[in-house]
T-cell receptor, first 111, second 112 residues
């Protein structure tokens, strides 16, 4: 069965640079979620989109923005990167209020 | 997550049962989930339970929900070394919000 696809899987950036993470949800899923997992921590919700509209917002810094496109893929844009942004970034998708399936994550390292 | 609590570590012998516990605070939570995370990997959905259920069984996995005490547990029967991982419970709260709030995760170590 098709799963959530994230790219890139690994990303290394310098401080103050920008990064773009991409997420391709499971076909026919209408909701995309972004989570951030710091080292040794639990995933923290950042933002979600339902039918291409922002639906909920969590602890997402103002330096980050996201959108969902007409083909339902989503991108998380991160600017002015800080050392503390180093983390695993997960995308998940669901069909309406049903269970969320997570992608393999993008490991971002900020040097 | 600060509102969902789990014990950090659990060690069991191969073949024994494992019980991972979780407490949550939001009584309006509608769905409660268990995810498994192996080192460097993503989150794998194991099972979930709707808040109007007390128990759900899925092969080696049994989920028990005590809504009065806001307590959730995951029992893994016949635990194998391949079950070694971090297990997260997560709640989806009531209302229109769909995001999950995760517990801190329980590191399960299965000893041979």
């Amino acid at each position: 069965a098709a799963g959530v696809i994230q790219s890139p899987r690994h990303l290394i950036k310098e401080k103050r640079e920008t990064a773009t993470l991409k997420c391709y949800p499971i076909p026919r899923h209408d909701t995309v979620y972004w989570y951030q997992q710091g080292p040794g921590q639990d995933p923290q919700f950042l933002i979600s989109f339902y039918e291409k509209m922002q639906s909920d917002k969590g602890s997402i810094p103002d330096r980050f923005s996201a959108q969902q496109f007409s083909d339902y893929h989503s991108e998380l844009n991160m600017s002015s990167l800080e050392l503390g942004d180093s983390a695993l970034y997960f995308c998940a998708s669901s069909w309406e209020y049903n269970e969320q399936f997570f992608g393999p994550g993008t490991r971002l390292t900020v040097l | 997550g600060e509102d969902v609590e789990q014990s950090l570590f659990l060690s069991v012998r191969e073949g024994d049962s494992s019980v991972i516990n979780c407490t949550y605070t939001d009584s309006s939570s509608t769905y409660l989930y268990w995810y498994k995370q192996e080192p460097g990997a993503g989150l794998q959905l194991l099972t979930y339970i709707f808040s109007n259920m007390d128990m759900k069984q899925d092969q080696r996995l049994t989920v028990l929900l005590n809504k009065k005490d806001k307590h959730l547990s995951l029992r893994i029967a016949d635990t194998q070394t391949g079950d070694s991982a971090i297990y997260f419970c997560a709640e989806r709260r009531g209302g229109s919000a769909r995001q999950l709030t995760f517990g801190s995760g329980t590191q399960l170590t299965v000893l041979p």
